[in-house]
């Protein structure tokens, strides 16, 4: 069996790996525009903020590697055109030019996703940094070593904690989006409030509720002109959002509108023998039972293992995602999984309730506590767990998981009141939060 993997960043890598060891017999080739595998771009920020101890240990994989296992290795090979029907692709050798069509039994889409970059004057400007791969990455740390100022646009995951670590180093930092809100998608407006304190508190300015316009090169570096105001900076990075890198296959395959390939709980997309998985395509989001975008890498992860466990036969089933995410700003943990009220309502959901608690992680006779804010979102009709957030200066993120599986596995608010969770002074109060809250949710 001849197999053709497009695209080597996480689900890739995974598919690739999970092949072999399905059919350790298979031919596989791996096609690859870059010139390395595996990056953890997560850790850009924390890179520019001097909190990793080796940048090369943000690769958990390499190309040597790879190829000692068997994989073929095409890198910095582009593949330029695909026929699905045929199972025929044309790739090209980016640094020789030469391009050759081979033929493959089956065919794997993990190229990913690619930063949006709206068409406006300027942005392709000498001082204006995309925010996604080890490239970008290197070349915003090199840009930062200088910086006295930078503008970052876009206050999602990504853009807030580039323009937290700029503000902790010393860069005078402004922070634009086009919402009213810093992480206006991923948490509710009294986490937000308190986020946005710290920005001030750091002296960052915030552009909020305002859309880029253009991008002028000033002599010193850039201005970013709004509809509502002009900001100057040195640098300035983008971190509006991605889209999945399909065009490629546009016409060839089921796609949603934005060009993310849908898979069945296998993998398998609309043509037979052709795969997709991770940013490329779509996932199963639980929370609403209905496919949906949501590139995460351990979204990613999970489905490039499932190629590989289905790549000869439908096997091992999807279950899908709840979108678990977690973040830390300014000594402050956030973490959530599932729907919020921003969310739902995006999504056309409005039969819905929320509550909201405070209280202590652990005793009040502890010699230290400290406070957690958690939130609970539910279908009214069915008491059915949609999603929850959590907030302390304690580290809460491992509760998103333990929310994640409840949202899994169908859960009622009464359930998840009544569930097994452990009580011990130095992590726990009697009633840890996740319980409490949810007994908050069940007698409203």
């Not at 709004?226 to 640098?235: P, R, S």
Request: charged share 20%.
């Amino acid at each position: 069996m001849k197999v053709a993997v497009i695209g080597c960043t996480h689900a890739g890598i995974f598919s690739a790996r999970g092949i072999l060891e399905t059919d350790p017999e298979a031919d596989v080739t791996v096609f690859e525009r870059n010139k390395s595998v595996s990056f953890l771009s997560c850790g850009i920020a924390l890179w520019v903020g001097n909190h990793v101890s080796d940048p090369a240990k943000m690769f958990y994989d390499s190309v040597e590697s790879m190829e000692a296992d068997g994989i073929k290795m095409k890198m910095q090979h582009d593949v330029i055109e695909v026929d699905l029907a045929t199972k025929t692709l044309t790739y090209k050798n980016l640094i020789t030019d030469e391009e050759t069509t081979e033929q493959y039994d089956k065919i794997v889409i993990t190229t990913g996703s690619k930063p949006i970059l709206p068409p406006l004057p300027g942005i392709d400007g000498a001082n204006i940094f995309k925010c996604k791969n080890w490239d970008d990455a290197t070349a915003i740390k090199e840009a930062a070593k200088d910086a006295k100022s930078a503008i970052v646009i876009g206050a999602g995951y990504i853009g807030a904690e580039i323009a937290e670590q700029f503000s902790v180093t010393g860069v005078k930092t402004t922070l634009i989006d086009g919402l009213n809100r810093v992480l206006a998608k991923n948490f509710n407006k009294e986490i937000t409030d308190e986020i946005e304190a710290e920005y001030k508190n750091h002296d960052v300015t915030l552009g909020l509720g305002q859309m880029v316009q253009s991008f002028e090169q000033t002599e010193n570096g850039v201005k970013v002109i709004t509809d509502k105001g002009e900001y100057e900076a040195d640098i300035a990075v983008l971190g509006i959002g991605f889209l999945p890198r399909t065009d490629l296959f546009t016409g060839q395959v089921e796609m949603i509108k934005n060009g993310a390939i849908i898979v069945d709980k296998y993998m398998q997309t609309s043509v037979p023998d052709v795969y997709a998985a991770g940013d490329s395509a779509t996932v199963f989001y639980n929370p609403t039972q209905q496919n949906d975008y949501i590139p995460l890498a351990t979204n990613a992860v999970r489905q490039g293992i499932l190629v590989g466990k289905n790549i000869l036969k439908p096997t091992v089933e999807y279950l899908g995602t709840q979108s678990t995410s977690a973040v830390e700003l300014y000594d402050h943990a956030m973490a959530a999984s599932g729907l919020n009220e921003q969310l739902a309502q995006a999504r056309g959901i409005t039969d819905y309730d929320t509550v909201t608690i405070e209280q202590d992680y652990r005793p009040d006779f502890m010699l230290t506590t400290t406070p957690v804010r958690a939130t609970l979102l539910w279908d009214v009709k069915t008491r059915r767990v949609l999603g929850g957030e959590f907030y302390s200066k304690h580290d809460i993120s491992q509760t998103a998981n333990a929310l994640s599986l409840a949202i899994q596995n169908q859960m009622t608010i009464d359930e998840l009141a009544m569930s097994d969770f452990l009580f011990q002074p130095n992590f726990s109060q009697p009633i840890n939060f996740l319980g409490a809250v949810a007994m908050a949710a069940a007698a409203k």
